[in-house]
């Protein structure tokens, strides 16, 4: 006998049907002899609604109350599946994040998962119920309620299997696993039967919405078995594991767009030495992330410095930078929004060289400008007018062959 997560996303509890066909699917696990831990979000697209409706009450909500109103969404689903389990004979709990023990930092909105007391919920699979957990939520040590960020219920599954030391996480979604591109977009895109955690971190990070990317660094961190599939069609998923070993000699595995990318210019930076660290340091105190980083000179010596964030943290960081203007040092600020960021990523390439001057090419030769770019051992991304984001994926996709499986992918030496 063993011990299953499984994790139900949005789509797939979006109406009364699909909670009880995921109530199925958790039965059918049970039924195998196996303890079962289900976390699930809200329902359809009942986080988005909520979060229309704080814009309604204010322009710019309390981070508190938001998090206080969005962890209402898990907790209507955590009830009604409890309710179908229990009405079919299975002895069933809900259970809310902190009555899970999923402990976390004292941050509202994206706050990540510092410790997992699991004892009520092995008290629970011990009496031999299923338990049912609502994703997304957490308490922080002053016991206020957190949230993990948007798609966190992933991660609230991951971290509970690692914690339980689950046998397998299967995260059941609207897709039938993890595909080349997202195949809502990219028509060609094809399902991969593994990906290696590294990839896949890359992948979660630039933008592949299917998992939440600290989702993925928890499986890579706790060795915890992966698994992403479909909760309507009963097909094999994706595996989501350290070795990969199907079709290996694939430089690139695939391709990975975001779309609301901001280009920030801090302009005219005083002091060579300390002013990209003093910029920098303010800005990740403050919990703005930042991505791309270019540093200039100009003629006149001073330092001029673009770098790419979210849309969502443009307003925060803005402020944060004119609050300290005076002791950053700097003349003033720009940024330039309608961008997106084209990823291409694969462990093939850390020992293929040329995959990035592919790229770049394959983009010149569609009429993509690209504005900004950067490179790690098995990624490449490049910053574009977000109306040419589709294009570029689409581009990429066929330039490195992801839409033919088995292939060995060629790379022109540069
Ligand atoms: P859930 O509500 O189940 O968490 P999400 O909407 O968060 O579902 O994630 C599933 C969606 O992720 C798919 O519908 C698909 O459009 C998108 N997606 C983005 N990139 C990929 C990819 N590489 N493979 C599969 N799906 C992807
Ligand atoms: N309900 C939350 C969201 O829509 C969390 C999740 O679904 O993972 O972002
Ligand atoms: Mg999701």
């Not at 004979?89 to 699991?118: C, F, K, L, P």
């Not at 966190?152 to 030391?165: I, K």
């Not at 479909?230 to 990975?256: C, D, F, N, P, Y």
């Amino acid at each position: 006998m063993g011990l299953i997560v499984q994790k139900f996303g949005g789509t797939s509890v979006g109406d009364m049907e699909r909670i009880k066909n995921a109530a199925l699917r958790v039965i059918e696990e049970k039924n195998r002899g196996n303890d079962v831990v289900v976390v699930v979000s809200a329902m359809g697209k009942t986080t988005d609604g909520l979060v229309d409706l704080a814009y309604q009450a204010s322009a710019k909500p309390s981070k508190r109350e938001m998090d206080m109103l969005l962890t209402t969404g898990e907790q209507i689903t955590i009830s009604l599946l409890t309710m179908v389990l229990l009405e079919s004979g299975y002895n069933a709990v809900s259970m809310t994040g902190w009555q899970a023990g999923i402990e976390t930092e004292d941050i509202h909105g994206n706050a990540r998962i510092t410790n997992i007391n699991s004892d009520r919920v092995q008290q629970n699979l011990r009496d031999n119920r299923i338990v049912v957990v609502a994703g997304f939520q957490g308490m922080a040590e002053s016991r206020e309620i957190t949230t993990l960020g948007r798609g966190g219920s992933d991660t609230t599954a991951v971290a509970l299997a690692a914690a339980l030391n689950a046998d397998r996480c299967d995260i059941y979604t609207d897709v039938n696993g993890v595909y080349t591109s997202d195949p809502r977009y990219v028509k060609n895109a094809r399902k991969l039967s593994s990906v290696a955690y590294d990839e896949m971190l890359e992948l979660a990070n630039l933008g592949a919405g299917v998992l939440h990317p600290r989702a993925v660094e928890f499986a890579k961190n706790h060795g915890v078995p992966l698994v992403v599939r479909s909760s309507m069609e009963k097909q094999e998923g994706t595996m989501i594991e350290e070795e990969v070993s199907m079709e290996t000699g694939l430089i690139v595995r695939g391709v990975a767009f975001e779309e609301e990318i901001i280009r920030m210019t801090v302009i005219g930076l005083e002091n060579e030495i300390t002013g990209l660290s003093s910029i920098f340091t303010t800005l990740a105190k403050n919990h703005i992330n930042v991505d791309i980083i270019i540093q200039s000179k100009t003629e006149t010596g001073s330092i001029n410095l673009s770098f790419s964030i979210k849309r969502e943290s443009l307003e925060d960081a803005v402020e944060v930078l004119q609050n300290n203007r005076g002791q950053l040092g700097f003349s003033s600020i720009e940024h330039e929004s309608g961008l997106a960021k084209v990823s291409i990523v694969g462990s093939g390439m850390i020992s293929n060289p040329g995959v990035a001057a592919q790229m770049f090419e394959a983009l010149a030769n569609n009429q993509i400008p690209i504005k900004m770019v950067s490179t790690s051992e098995i990624k490449v991304s490049a910053v574009v007018d977000e109306a040419k984001m589709l294009k570029a994926a689409e581009v990429l996709h066929t330039e490195f062959n992801l839409d033919k499986a088995q292939e060995p992918q060629k790379v022109s030496a540069k």
